[in-house]
């Protein structure tokens, strides 16, 4: 089984940076693919970025090239990157992990989230 955890949200103003922590723990070598997810108020949750574990990466159209999305391989950690951040970025940000149980099935963790608030 697989857990993670997330940190680094916080505060920023307009056009300000934060980098998001998220680090597994369990058995890391069965993930496949880690995600950051978001979800504001109102809102349903939706992808901002994933990377699997070959390093493919890929981005909700609207945020590829502020964010960027990264991973340490020997850790599994996963980062994530956000650049020119703007209010409307504000939301409580998800860590996922999509990895394989003993059965090879594919399962999902997720952890607590991260509120990231940007302010005008």
């Known amino acids: 089984q697989v857990h993670v955890v997330e940190s680094g949200g916080g505060l920023v103003q307009a056009g300000g940076s934060l980098r998001l922590t998220c680090a597994p723990s369990g058995n890391i070598f069965s993930i496949n693919a880690m995600g950051w997810y978001r979800q504001a108020p109102g809102n349903q949750r939706e992808l901002v970025a994933r990377i699997t574990s070959g390093g493919i990466t890929n981005y909700a159209d609207s945020r590829e090239g502020r964010f960027t999305i990264s991973r340490d391989a020997a850790k599994n950690t996963a980062y994530l990157q956000m650049n020119s951040l703007k209010p409307e970025d504000t939301a409580v940000y998800y860590c996922?992990?999509?990895?394989?149980?003993?059965?090879?099935?594919?399962?999902?963790?997720w952890g607590q989230g991260t509120q990231v608030t940007v302010s005008s």
């Open positions: 996922n992990a999509e990895y394989y149980t003993d059965s090879y099935s594919i399962s999902y963790a």
